[in-house]
């Protein structure tokens, strides 16, 4: 693969010029990262040989579609866009996706976030049947078709013919592959077999990468990079601990229980996201990992690059938590403006040795034990406290 190729804004790369933003008003997708493609057709022949072999040992799957359709144009198929569709269980994103050009040569990786399954884009999109139920899906483009909006642009980009196929059922969605095709006259007979015979093969393949890209998903989500890698590498034995060398950053709410029992419930909800995303942001910008939320409070971590220089995480660490109070700053100058509390907070700092493991009782309960830090040496180093104004 290429160098990835960002971009600021969401853009939809249909057109054969190159990258436009031509993204509808309902944010159909938003851009994660788009790379230069293999460029050439790769003729051969045995595409559901190769998707068995050699196609599901390539780990990255951009790479691996990128490489399955330039070998269907190979054979033959001339086609000029392509998609790979997946649903995800994240709070922020419904769904990733692969889209392929021929041209301009590039390969997309892009994210659908939550909330678009209600908007215009979503529901006259020519994927929503085979997404939600698996039925498959064809149209021709020899005239436009206003109901799918996507597939004017498609048309308007020189596709002639456009097909979808539901892959093996994941977390109560389909993933779907799309195909289309520049060529007068649209797909034949025989290319239409050529993609229903390679679609188990690909289904197969997908099933196995969506549901690790969920479970990595949600492991990072809910424990966090640091604590997600290490339970997916096995380790997850109580009592056990690996001896780290970090900054912990320790996030109080001031007064919560008098303001949770004051408020109505909804209005406490409010008030945690608005305080969680002022400090939470700031930590994950400055390398740094919020390992838990405790009710009012969070547990944030800056690891040493040095076990012997504390002085970029220290840094990192400091940044972060001043930041965080500037952007607490402003979301208490629009509570005020609305009459609401403000947020008061106080912030601690300690760096030193601590053993990153698992904790829980035995039996059961166990299976839901938690990454647990325990500060060593505390009575060596020195704890810095911020307070909020």
């Known amino acids: 693969m290429g160098v990835p190729i960002t971009s600021d804004g ?19 997708f938003f851009r994660s990262v788009a790379y230069t493609s293999l460029h050439a057709p790769i003729p051969g022949g045995q595409v559901v040989r190769w998707l068995l072999h050699e196609g599901q040992r390539i780990e990255g799957i951009i790479e691996m579609f990128d490489e399955l359709c330039w070998r269907l144009v190979g054979d033959g198929v001339p086609l000029c866009r392509a998609t790979l569709h997946m649903g995800t269980l994240h709070p922020l994103t419904r769904a990733t996706g692969t889209r392929w050009l021929r041209e301009p040569k590039l390969v997309e990786e892009y ?34 078709t206003p109901e799918y909006p996507l597939l004017s ?43 229903e015979e390679i679609n188990p093969a690909l289904a197969m393949i997908v099933e196995t990468r969506a549901i690790r890209w969920i479970t990595h998903n949600l492991l990072d989500t809910y424990l966090g990079p640091l604590a997600g890698r290490r339970v997916l590498a096995g380790e997850i034995r109580r009592a056990m601990g690996e001896h780290l060398h970090a900054v912990i950053m320790m996030t109080d709410m001031r007064d919560f229980t008098a303001l949770s029992d004051r408020l109505p419930g909804e209005e406490v909800i409010e008030l945690l996201d608005g305080y969680f ?100 040496r505390r009575a060596r180093e020195s704890v810095l406290r911020i307070e909020s104004c």
């Open 277 to 376: 995303d002022a400090i939470v942001t700031p930590v994950e910008a400055h390398k740094g990992e919020t390992l838990k939320f405790l009710g009012d409070g969070a547990l944030s971590i800056f690891p040493a690059a040095d076990d012997s220089d504390f002085s970029e995480a220290s840094m990192q660490a400091l940044e972060a938590a001043l930041e965080g109070l500037e952007r607490l700053g402003m979301v208490n100058k629009a509570r005020c403006e609305t009459n609401r509390t403000e947020i008061r907070i106080g912030i601690g700092l300690h760096l030193g040795e601590v053993i990153f493991g698992n904790v829980g009782a035995a039996g059961a309960a166990a299976q839901r034990s938690q990454p647990a830090f325990e500060i060593l």
């Open 153 to 195: 642009k498609i048309r308007s980009a020189g596709a002639t013919d456009y097909f979808a196929l539901a892959l093996n059922r994941t977390f109560r969605r389909f993933p779907v592959v799309t195909w289309a095709i520049d060529r007068p006259g649209g797909f034949t007979g025989a290319e239409i077999a050529a993609l």
């Open 111 to 144: 994210r659908v976030p939550q909330g678009q399954e209600a908007t215009d884009e979503y529901l006259r999109s020519p994927i929503r049947a085979t997404t939600e139920r698996g039925t498959p899906f064809r149209r021709r483009l020899f005239n436009d």
């Open 10 to 28: 969401p853009v939809d790369l249909t057109m054969p010029q190159g990258p436009v933003d031509t993204t509808t008003s309902g944010g159909e």
